[in-house]
Nanobody
């Protein structure tokens, strides 16, 4: 059973930094893609960053130049380094993994979410 455990959220003042981690377990083969979404109160979910196994990362325009996604394939972990945080980055951040589990096929898996709060 694939499970994702996120950590690293919290409270920070504007201009500060946080690093989110997403550790995947129950993974037997290579992960196709890892990414982060976020959802702020009253707003739609937004793709923040995504990194596939063999391609360059992609980012939402709102975080380009401030956020960096990277992955450690050996540890089956994705990270989201968030710098120069703004109050509008406040949201629940969700890790997602695209993975082809044996007998299941390709599907997306989601973490439980971690709160990031940026104060002005």
């Amino acid at each position: 059973q694939v499970q994702l455990v996120e950590s690293g959220g919290g409270w920070v003042q504007a201009g500060g930094s946080l690093r989110l981690s997403c550790a995947a377990s129950g993974i037997m083969f290579s992960i196709d893609a890892m990414g982060w979404y976020r959802q702020a109160p009253g707003k739609q979910s937004e793709l923040v960053a995504r990194i596939a196994r063999t391609s360059v990362p992609t980012y939402a325009d709102s975080v380009k130049g401030r956020f960096t996604i990277y992955r450690d394939n050996a540890k089956k972990t994705a990270y989201l380094q968030m710098n120069s945080l703004k109050p509008e980055d406040t949201a629940v951040y969700y890790c997602t993994v695209t993975y082809a589990a044996p007998g299941v096929g390709v599907r997306d898996y989601w973490g439980q979410g971690t709160q990031v709060t940026v104060s002005s």
